[in-house]
């Protein structure tokens, strides 16, 4: 094996590094080809219960892109069947829920999560890549718990929370006792990750950003506070991201973590505008990846200077990859990234 790269690592502690790391959101699995041949015939969690398998498949886009960094395979619901959730990941729709949360005594109902019982495959998998096949590190994750709730409320995915609104508006004590689970189950989670091997963590609030500035601050912020505080223990570089979640960076920079996650609507420099002092990843609108190279490496350019300006960048796009961006390109994207940066 070669020579263990951390650069990663140094960029999400803040510190300056030779050249702008990179790793992509979703990067695993979607486009590359070995991977829709496995999907064929296994499921997610098919391929999640099986660690060599699962190892497999979060390797693939180390080998083919050359990224800083892989991500576990698996999914935000992967913990939730351990704490009493019947979900079931549905082609063409996506994750779907049978047993939606409606009242308090629901959440009553939620149990906690032991990750060496309820999901030892998971802790299988990462210290098979970490102790025998990785030479770069491995980032594990978590859902946070407003983007959890929505998928638990809604009974699957949606495009207004509607329905997740109304329960934090009207019954607080059903809320903040929902909250506070995902956090407890969010953390144990983590906490295990960690103990298994995973060298830095990403936190996706994917759709917080449907809030505004004053419900983030009354009904989520204290609660991430808590995990992220409880999460400072384990010593990995805690990254938190979220989708058109601009209005928000200024209090997550209020928060114990190490990284914040750019979604594409707010560039690096904006961002740096607004005085957020921690490490940025970002964040190529995954879009660009279907237009003429000339017109990706112009951008690309743009964010790697935009995050020179300050010590520590990330490359990464603003969301996941999309099934149809070639793997091609995601080569050809990691080598320019690497060469201009180190210009
Ligand atoms: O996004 C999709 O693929 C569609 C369905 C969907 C899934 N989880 C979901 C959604 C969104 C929604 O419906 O709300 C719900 C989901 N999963 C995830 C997030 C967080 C985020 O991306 O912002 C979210 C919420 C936000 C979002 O949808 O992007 C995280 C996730 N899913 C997954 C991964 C692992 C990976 O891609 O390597 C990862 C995270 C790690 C990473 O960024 O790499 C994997 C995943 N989840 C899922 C699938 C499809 C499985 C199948 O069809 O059998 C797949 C595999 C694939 O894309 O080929 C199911």
């Given amino acids: 094996m070669t020579k263990f790269n951390d650069t990663i690592l140094k960029a999400f502690r803040g510190e300056k590094t030779d050249y702008t790391p990179v790793w992509y959101m979703r990067q695993a699995g979607r486009s590359q080809k070995e991977y829709r041949e496995l999907k064929k015939k296994y499921s997610l969690f098919e391929i999640t219960h099986q660690p060599e398998l699962c190892a497999y498949v979060t390797r693939l886009p180390v080998e ?64 098979l890549l970490t102790k025998e096949q990785l030479n770069v590190p491995l980032i594990g994750f978590s859902g946070a718990p407003f983007t959890l709730a929505s998928y638990m409320i809604e009974g699957g995915p949606s495009k207004n929370y509607h329905k997740t609104k109304a329960l934090m508006y009207s019954d607080h004590k059903a809320w903040f006792a929902l909250m506070d689970k995902l956090a407890d189950m969010t953390i144990t989670y983590v906490k295990a990750q960690v103990n298994a091997g995973a060298q830095a963590i990403q936190i996706f609030d994917s759709w917080v950003g449907a809030l505004n500035v004053a419900d983030y601050r009354t009904y989520i912020k204290p609660v991430m506070n808590r995990i992220f505080s409880e999460l400072r223990d384990t010593n990995v570089p805690l990254i938190l991201f979220g989708v058109g979640a601009g209005h928000l960076v200024k209090e997550w920079n209020d ?76 080569k050809k994207l990691t080598t320019f990234i690497h060469e201009y940066s180190m210009k």
Avoid: C
Avoid at 76 to 102: C, Q, R, T, Y
Avoid at 312 to 329: A, D, K, Q, Y
């Fill in 64 to 127: 083919m892109y050359n990224v800083d960094a892989a991500i576990l395979y698996k999914d935000i619901m992967s913990p939730l069947p351990a704490i009493g959730v019947d979900v079931e990941i549905k082609s063409g729709i996506g994750p779907v829920i049978d047993n939606p949360i409606a009242s308090l005594q629901d959440v009553e109902k939620l149990g906690t999560i032991d990750p060496e019982s309820d999901v030892p495959y998971v802790l299988d998998t990462i210290r």
């Fill in 255 to 330: 928060l114990p973590v190490d990284v914040i996650g750019l979604d594409w609507r707010m560039s690096i420099k904006e961002a740096r505008d607004l005085d957020v002092t921690k490490a940025l990843q970002g964040n190529l609108d995954p879009a660009f990846l279907l237009a003429d190279w000339d017109v990706v490496e112009e951008k690309a350019k743009q964010i790697i200077d935009e995050g020179k300006a300050h010590p520590s960048h990330i490359f990464n796009l603003g969301h996941g990859v999309t099934p149809e961006i070639s793997p091609e390109r995601l």
